[in-house]
């Protein structure tokens, strides 16, 4: 009954820049958790950022200082700043929100995925 949809992703060259957003529709109560993973060609889905509502955003490592969370509660909207971009960040990017929604359902919703490639 949620759903997020992302939007964002392309074909950038290495060292350049990417807005990611992923909006949750439905019958959403709260939100609690958002956030961003990444799967690469032949690999696990990681994480890459997350974000509590009050919370501090956590970071892989591997972006820390590259990359920004936000989120927009009244929108039920995350972004995701990605800046100094390499190669190495080339993935498909999925949102994921927890919450409740309709008569205080619990969920853990994903999207379907927006693709993110890095090179020259």
């Known amino acids: 009954q949620v759903q997020l949809v992302e939007s964002g992703g392309d074909l950038v060259q290495p060292g350049g820049s990417l807005r990611l957003s992923c909006a949750a529709t439905?019958?959403?109560?709260?939100?609690?958790?958002m956030g961003w993973y990444r799967q690469a060609a032949g690999r696990e889905r990681e994480l890459v950022a997350i974000?509590?509502?009050?919370?501090?955003?956590v970071y892989a490592h591997s972006v820390k200082g590259r990359f920004t969370i936000s989120r927009d509660n009244a929108e039920n909207a995350v972004y995701l700043q990605m800046n100094s971009l390499r190669p190495e960040d080339t993935a498909v990017y999925y949102c994921?929100?927890?919450?409740?929604?309709?008569?205080?359902?619990?969920?853990?919703?994903w999207g379907r995925g927006t693709r993110v490639t890095v090179s020259s």
């Open positions: 994921n929100a927890i919450g409740a929604y309709g008569t205080d359902v619990p969920f853990n919703a």
């Open positions: 974000i509590a509502t009050g919370g501090t955003p």
């Open positions: 439905g019958s959403i109560i709260s939100i609690h958790t």
